[in-house]
């Protein structure tokens, strides 16, 4: 586990090459650029990119009911005219969706008044129409006495009343207010909503049409995203008249072949050292057994460029809180099949193949937790068969489980502190962790020694601890009475953290709780079913198995939730909060796509 060195790169050639010399750093793959001009504007002028709206349109595509036979030869295909009319046909199609949604409505609102048009308002007097939907309940509220009104329709609940006046009626005229029909006749509104119908297939056919470039659109979008990423790129860098500069991080250890590379695109290329102003970002290296622990390190936080790499503990750690928490051999063995079977999903990327490492691992101890625990599907192997003799932990044996995970959240912290005091270089850096150290082992000792020299070495441990922590509580210098005064304030201020030491440590105990629960709610679900068999003769079977299918789907859903989430706070909650001392940013290589077929 090691957090790459790196340099600063700067490379200067003529504006003309700029395209040229960025298009080779995107192969090149491994530089992390650094933005040397504010171009916001410009970068939200074109935010998304042709990448962006290719993925846009493919998935449009894709999404189509109705494929045609792909094209598998480019001869014909332009990328930038087919994403543009696959986005306007999705545009123009939900366009004539939302219109006949809407005339539908206007059909039905209309309907109940008949097939009429407004007349010249010299040919009724200058009178107007007014329309009013009135329940039944309320019609005889109606005062009639001095108005022209009609009633145009009825159902079982309403009436239709249109009310003949020059001016708007008053609010207390009629019991409802008034509903407004708009200036479009039945028949209009009919007739524009067959047009639209009639574009909407239209519409449907040019995207059906469109689906034949599918597959040779998929091709291209890794070389859309790139283009989308140079022109971006090309915003952000220093240019003067005629000359540029793309200044970047790159690894130390690629000096080389970058200095071959600008010399072949006949750039200079000037390499810079780090000062302590810089705050390069952080680029981790694992073996490849490993490399996943790098995923769940950065899903949460990036140790900064001058801390440590976690990967490695993280990997290992949250492997085997996952497999305490799931704790069932049947479970773990399920699911590996599974996984078994699905494979090949797996295979189409980097990520996706150490994620299958990664999973593959965490149901080995999900199984490995199981067989120690002996559970199988909840059910406990028969008393002296060879599985039983594999049962060497007992869950329900509460004083010994919480001796373990207990034992097992102190050595995660001391090893987290241990690590931090080895990469640290200042006195309060290195020995502040070791203190630590001392008050959790201390701690530990005291409880599982009783009765043993383990308790009287554990308190002192504890004392030498507190000491320690406190006298490296800073690295101020003592030269006064004030600055005494602050040393030792900031040495009763470091103290504070032991209630933090305490209650990370008895946090790991959710180890034991959830890995219980889950065992309880597995045993239940069996019991359960085994009560609805004897209940129910004959069709109780049925209903037996699908309450166990049902129950134990749900149960190993809970447990894959709870392992994944409680077996990564462990990590980077308890963890980090005494491994690691600086938030860093994740190196990001302006590279080229993998392209997928």
Not at 61 to 71: I, K, N, S
Not at 167 to 188: D, F, I, K
Not at 262 to 279: H, T
Not at 426 to 441: E, F, H, I, N
Request: proline content about 4%; some cysteine.
């Amino acid at each position: 586990m090691t957090i790459v060195p790196l340099v600063k790169v700067n490379l200067v050639g003529i504006l003309d090459d700029k395209e040229k010399v960025l298009e080779a750093a995107q192969v090149f793959g491994t530089l992390h650029l650094i933005a040397l001009t504010s171009a916001q504007k410009e970068l939200e002028a074109v935010p998304a990119g042709l990448g962006r709206e290719a993925v846009e349109a493919l998935r449009w595509l894709m999404d189509c009911q109705a494929q045609r036979r792909p094209v598998t030869e480019p001869d014909d295909f332009h990328l930038e005219e087919v994403v543009d009319r696959t986005l306007k046909n999705r545009k123009a199609l939900k366009d004539c969706q939302d219109l006949l949604a809407k005339l539908d409505r206007r059909i039905q609102d209309v309907e109940p008044w008949g097939d009429f048009s407004f007349s010249e308002l010299e040919e009724i007097g200058h009178n107007r129409l007014w329309f009013y939907v009135v329940p039944h309940s309320k019609l005889k509220a109606v005062d009639t006495s001095d108005k022209v009104l009609e009633v145009v329709h009825q159902d079982r609940y309403r009436s239709y009343v249109v009310l003949l006046s020059p001016e708007e009626p008053a609010v207390n005229a009629m019991p409802v207010p008034r509903t407004h029909v708009g200036s479009a006749s039945l028949s209009q509104l009919k007739r524009a909503y067959e047009k639209a119908a009639i574009d909407l297939e239209e519409l449907e056919l040019e995207r059906q049409s469109l689906t034949k470039w599918r597959y040779i659109l998929a091709r291209n979008l890794a070389a859309a995203r790139d283009l989308s990423a140079r022109q971006r790129a090309a915003l952000e860098t220093a240019d003067s008249e005629r000359i540029f500069m793309l200044q970047a991080w790159a690894r130390r250890d690629q000096v080389a072949e970058i200095q071959e590379l600008s010399a072949k695109l006949g750039i200079a290329a000037v390499f810079e050292d780090l000062s302590e102003e810089d705050r390069p970002p952080t680029l981790l290296e694992n073996a490849k057994a490993l490399e996943a622990g790098e995923d769940l390190v950065e899903f949460y936080q990036t140790p900064g460029y001058r801390d440590w790499d976690p990967s490695s503990v993280v990997y290992v750690s949250f492997i085997i809180f996952f497999g305490m928490i799931m704790t069932d051999a049947g479970y773990g063995l399920l699911l590996l099949a599974l996984l078994f079977l699905f494979r090949k999903r797996f295979t189409g990327s980097e990520l996706g193949r150490r994620m299958f490492r990664m999973f593959a691992w965490l149901m080995v101890s999900t199984t490995a937790f199981g067989v120690a625990t002996g559970s199988y599907f909840g059910v406990s192997p028969p008393e002296g068969s060879f599985l039983a003799h594999l049962k060497v932990l007992h869950l329900k044996d509460v004083d010994t489980m919480m001796k373990i995970t207990l034992t097992i959240g102190v050595v995660h912290i001391v090893l987290a502190n241990l690590l931090r005091a080895f990469h640290e270089k200042t006195p309060s850096g290195r020995y502040q962790p070791v203190g630590w150290s001392l008050v959790a082992l201390g701690g530990l000792a005291t409880f599982l020694g009783q009765g043993t020299l383990f308790a009287t070495a554990g308190p002192v441990s504890i004392i030498v601890g507190l000491l320690t922590v406190g006298f490296f509580g800073s690295d101020r210098k003592v030269e006064s009475v004030k600055s005494g005064g602050l040393r030792l304030f900031d040495g009763l201020a470091a103290l504070a953290r032991i209630v933090n030491i305490f209650s990370d440590v008895l946090s790991y105990m959710r180890l034991f709780a959830l890995g219980l629960a889950a065992a309880s709610l597995a045993e239940t679900i069996n019991s359960l079913s085994g009560q609805l068999n004897h209940a129910v003769p004959g069709i109780g079977l049925l209903i037996a198995l699908l309450v166990l299918s049902i129950g134990h789907a749900i149960n190993i859903g809970l447990g894959v939730i709870a392992g994944f989430v409680h077996g990564l706070r462990l990590n980077v909650i308890e963890f980090f909060n005494w491994g690691l001392k600086d938030e860093g940013k994740p190196f990001r290589p302006f590279k080229k796509e993998e392209t997928r077929l």
